[in-house]
């Protein structure tokens, strides 16, 4: 696959998330759905651990962040402004930044102790799972 193809494959993806960022957030608002994997995520980290939530939308997660893992320091990252603009409304106590996985220069500079993708790798053209 060209580059020009994975390039246009992320950004079809992310101009869904753009156009559709209020309804999708809507219908996919309950993170609790992801509570038994959060808490068995959570056991094998110590209690103030970094956690970068690659592909974050609008926080669904950040209710998890604040109940059961309320001491692990949080940071957001997605592809799409509009989601992120939506979890900075929502959580302005927490770092959310703009990202793209599939582009180094746009990651976080910083190291984390763990990461949560919840539905991301899905989105990333077959190609750069070689490269990766």
């Given at each position: 696959m060209?580059?020009?193809?994975?390039?246009?494959?992320?950004?079809?993806?992310?101009?869904y998330?753009?156009?559709?960022?209020?309804?999708w957030?809507l219908?996919?608002?309950d993170?609790?759905?992801?509570?038994?994997?959060f808490?068995?995520l959570?056991?094998?980290?110590h209690p103030?651990?970094s956690?970068?939530?690659?592909?974050?939308?609008?926080?669904?997660?950040?209710?998890?962040f604040?109940?059961?893992?309320r001491?692990?320091?949080?940071q957001?990252?997605?592809?799409?402004?509009k989601l992120?603009?939506?979890?900075?409304?929502?959580?302005?106590?927490?770092?959310f930044?703009?990202?793209?996985?599939a582009?180094?220069?746009?990651?976080p500079?910083?190291?984390?102790?763990?990461?949560?993708?919840?539905?991301?790798?899905?989105?990333?053209?077959?190609?750069?799972?070689?490269?990766?």
């Amino acid at each position: 696959m060209s580059t020009s193809r994975q390039n246009k494959e992320v950004a079809v993806t992310k101009a869904y998330y753009e156009k559709y960022a209020k309804q999708w957030v809507l219908s996919h608002s309950d993170p609790f759905r992801d509570e038994d994997e959060f808490v068995v995520l959570a056991s094998f980290l110590h209690p103030r651990a970094s956690v970068l939530d690659i592909g974050c939308a609008a926080g669904a997660l950040v209710p998890l962040f604040l109940g059961r893992g309320r001491g692990l320091r949080y940071q957001g990252l997605d592809i799409t402004k509009k989601l992120i603009s939506l979890a900075q409304a929502r959580y302005p106590h927490l770092t959310f930044s703009l990202g793209d996985i599939a582009n180094r220069d746009t990651l976080p500079r910083k190291k984390f102790d763990a990461f949560i993708a919840r539905a991301v790798l899905m989105h990333l053209p077959f190609k750069l799972w070689e490269s990766a």
